[in-house]
């Protein structure tokens, strides 16, 4: 009876053990494998993975995650994502077939993320089950539209002088602390109410300085159509590599779905610093300045990406803004003449003229828009005129002025016009200008309506005066922003408009 009892238990187990069997599910999938040799400051050499390509997505030990980007006949060159410290030699890797995606979609704006796509702002995780690799190729040129829709910046100097059309790439360049940031902000928030979705990308700022562009943004109400990419100083070389091309994915999903979207990459010589720190350690050769040979085309196939569509493809658009910082303002340094290459125009922000007061402090002769009047609304192209020779002028002749030698009369009329000029293109910071304001501010400059305003109050003058206009002449205002154009009639009574206020405004100041 006892070898009956051990022969049923016997056949108990085996049954046990077959059905655990049958829940058992293999993957037949064959994964191409390898193991780490060699790990440190964020990167990894591999020995084996033969079918390796660039670009590729790694996973290591099954927790962390690599990006190919050196092949070699004996192994292959990897930056690590995550947990830069903890990959070790020995682990054990394998290939994904895959390159690396962040989540995208309407529910990544008005969120602070990190390049991989986790939120960072403390204001809960997101549930997004779509994503967009970070690598893709630019929009074929047949799949383009014309670039011929402004895209207004609210900064007079630009809008009237270098205008950025929907789908231009326009740079931001000058040394630091002249500006730049602020002017790039000042375009994310003047985009408030005209449907364009915008992304900021910090690369290598301080945590403070991000800190407080976020919350200037939310501030103005602007952090609402905005997505934050942050990769700060502390942050890795990989992740500070990657950054741009997530907020890239991010802006793109948006213009394949029709919506007109803003990216400023803030900034691209941090990211080529940060890229040549990552060259140098995979032992690629270095070139000039020590950059590895493809920083061309790293930033190219970046910038490339933004464009405008056409209607077939549905009409939407990415502009991009990246910005580079200069050294002593030498623009014939090599990253500022690979980028100024790569883009449609340059915004010039000059040292000088920015501690002289000028702000925004462009260089006019230094900037340029090679789209040009095509992405300028008639009247604004028609108000400028001859703004940027006349203030070309002025730069020139100020210079000889200085000297005290004495001066003819045209000369003089040119300078006191070139003065009035330079005044009233000077802007506070967040101080943002409509269509309709800009236009009338234009009439007044160009047209020697203000000769009679001391230099050093035309500033003044002016804002407060473009204030009187919508608080007693809205119907005005509105007349010209929605024709976006100046008529002659309307020009007759803002000028009969400004005789009355100049007595006020003056008769007012003496008392």
Do not use: W
């Given at each position: 009876?006892?070898?009956?009892?051990?022969?049923?238990?016997?056949?108990?187990?085996?049954?046990?053990?077959?059905d655990?069997?049958?829940?058992?599910?293999f993957?037949?999938?064959n994964?191409?494998t390898?193991?780490?040799?060699?790990?440190?400051?964020?990167?990894?050499?591999?020995?084996?993975l033969?079918?390796?390509k660039?670009?590729?997505?790694?996973?290591?030990?099954?927790?962390?995650?690599?990006?190919?980007?050196?092949?070699?006949?004996?192994?292959?060159?990897?930056?690590?994502?995550?947990?830069?410290?903890?990959?070790?030699?020995?682990?054990?890797?394998?290939?994904?077939?895959?390159?690396?995606?962040?989540?995208?979609?309407?529910?990544?704006?008005?969120?602070?993320?990190?390049?991989?796509?986790?939120?960072?702002?403390?204001?809960?995780?997101?549930?997004?089950?779509?994503?967009?690799?970070?690598?893709?190729s630019?929009?074929?040129?047949?799949?383009?539209?014309?670039v011929?829709?402004?895209l207004?910046?609210?900064?007079?100097?630009?809008?009237?002088?270098i205008?950025?059309?929907?789908g231009q790439?326009?740079?931001?360049?000058?040394?630091?602390?002249?500006?730049?940031?602020?002017?790039?902000?000042?375009?994310?928030l003047?985009?408030?109410?005209?449907?364009?979705?915008?992304?900021y990308?910090?690369?290598?700022?301080?945590s403070?300085?991000?800190?407080?562009?976020?919350?200037?943004?939310?501030?103005?109400?602007?952090?609402?159509?905005?997505?934050?990419?942050?990769?700060?100083?502390?942050?890795s070389?990989?992740?500070?590599?990657?950054?741009?091309?997530?907020?890239?994915?991010?802006?793109?999903?948006?213009m394949?779905?029709?919506?007109?979207?803003l990216?400023v990459?803030?900034?691209l010589?941090?990211?080529?610093?940060?890229?040549?720190?990552?060259?140098?350690?995979?032992?690629?050769?270095?070139?000039?300045?020590?950059?590895?040979?493809?920083?061309?085309?790293?930033?190219?196939?970046?910038?490339?990406?933004?464009?405008?569509?056409?209607?077939k493809?549905?009409?939407?658009?990415?502009?991009?803004?990246?910005?580079?910082?200069?050294?002593?303002?030498?623009?014939?340094?090599?990253?500022?003449?690979?980028?100024?290459?790569?883009?449609?125009?340059?915004?010039?922000?000059?040292?000088?003229?920015?501690?002289?007061?000028?702000?925004?402090?462009?260089?006019?002769?230094?900037?340029?828009?090679?789209?040009?009047?095509s992405?300028?609304?008639?009247?604004?192209?028609?108000?400028?005129?001859?703004?940027?020779?006349?203030?070309?002028?002025?730069?020139e002749?100020?210079?000889?002025?200085?000297?005290?030698s004495?001066?003819?009369?045209a000369?003089?009329?040119i300078?006191?016009?070139?003065?009035?000029?330079?005044?009233?293109l000077?802007?506070?910071?967040?101080?943002?200008?409509?269509?309709?304001?800009e236009?009338?501010?234009?009439?007044?400059?160009?047209?020697?309506?203000?000769?009679?305003?001391?230099?050093d109050?035309?500033t003044?003058?002016?804002?407060?005066?473009?204030?009187?206009?919508?608080?007693?002449?809205?119907?005005?205002?509105?007349?010209?922003?929605?024709?976006?154009?100046?008529?002659?009639?309307?020009?007759?009574?803002?000028?009969?408009?400004?005789?009355e206020?100049?007595?006020?405004?003056?008769e007012?100041?003496?008392?």
């Amino acid at each position: 009876m006892g070898n009956q009892t051990e022969k049923n238990d016997y056949q108990i187990v085996r049954e046990n053990f077959a059905d655990k069997l049958a829940d058992i599910s293999f993957d037949s999938k064959n994964y191409s494998t390898g193991r780490v040799d060699f790990a440190g400051d964020g990167v990894v050499r591999i020995v084996g993975l033969p079918n390796a390509k660039y670009g590729e997505l790694l996973d290591i030990d099954g927790r962390y995650r690599a990006i190919v980007l050196d092949l070699e006949e004996s192994e292959v060159g990897a930056i690590v994502l995550d947990a830069v410290q903890s990959v070790s030699a020995g682990m054990l890797v394998k290939s994904t077939g895959q390159i690396v995606e962040v989540p995208v979609g309407a529910e990544m704006f008005g969120r602070v993320i990190a390049p991989l796509g986790n939120p960072i702002d403390g204001l809960g995780s997101l549930e997004i089950s779509k994503s967009r690799p970070i690598e893709a190729s630019a929009p074929m040129i047949f799949d383009r539209g014309r670039v011929n829709e402004p895209l207004q910046t609210g900064i007079l100097a630009v809008d009237s002088m270098i205008p950025i059309g929907k789908g231009q790439r326009e740079l931001i360049i000058g040394d630091r602390q002249t500006g730049k940031t602020s002017m790039a902000v000042d375009i994310i928030l003047n985009q408030k109410g005209k449907n364009v979705y915008c992304v900021y990308v910090s690369v290598g700022q301080k945590s403070s300085s991000v800190s407080n562009i976020v919350h200037t943004l939310g501030r103005f109400g602007a952090l609402e159509y905005t997505c934050v990419v942050c990769a700060t100083a502390s942050d890795s070389a990989p992740l500070q590599y990657i950054a741009p091309f997530s907020g890239c994915a991010i802006a793109e999903e948006m213009m394949y779905d029709g919506k007109d979207v803003l990216i400023v990459y803030d900034d691209l010589s941090k990211h080529a610093v940060a890229y040549r720190a990552m060259s140098l350690l995979l032992k690629r050769p270095p070139g000039r300045e020590a950059y590895p040979g493809d920083i061309f085309y790293l930033h190219s196939r970046l910038l490339e990406r933004a464009a405008k569509l056409d209607e077939k493809h549905g009409g939407g658009s990415m502009t991009a803004i990246p910005i580079v910082e200069t050294l002593a303002g030498d623009i014939s340094a090599y990253v500022p003449t690979n980028v100024i290459s790569i883009t449609d125009g340059q915004i010039y922000l000059e040292s000088e003229l920015f501690n002289a007061g000028v702000r925004p402090a462009v260089n006019v002769g230094l900037s340029v828009s090679r789209v040009g009047g095509s992405a300028q609304f008639d009247g604004i192209r028609r108000a400028s005129g001859k703004l940027r020779l006349d203030l070309s002028q002025y730069r020139e002749l100020a210079v000889f002025a200085q000297f005290g030698s004495e001066l003819d009369g045209a000369t003089s009329e040119i300078l006191a016009k070139g003065a009035r000029i330079a005044e009233t293109l000077k802007q506070p910071l967040r101080c943002l200008y409509d269509v309709a304001h800009e236009m009338i501010i234009l009439h007044l400059a160009m047209n020697e309506l203000l000769k009679d305003v001391p230099v050093d109050k035309v500033t003044e003058f002016v804002q407060s005066f473009i204030e009187f206009l919508d608080t007693d002449k809205a119907d005005i205002v509105k007349e010209i922003s929605d024709n976006k154009l100046l008529s002659l009639e309307n020009g007759f009574l803002i000028e009969d408009e400004l005789k009355e206020f100049y007595d006020f405004y003056f008769e007012d100041a003496a008392k």
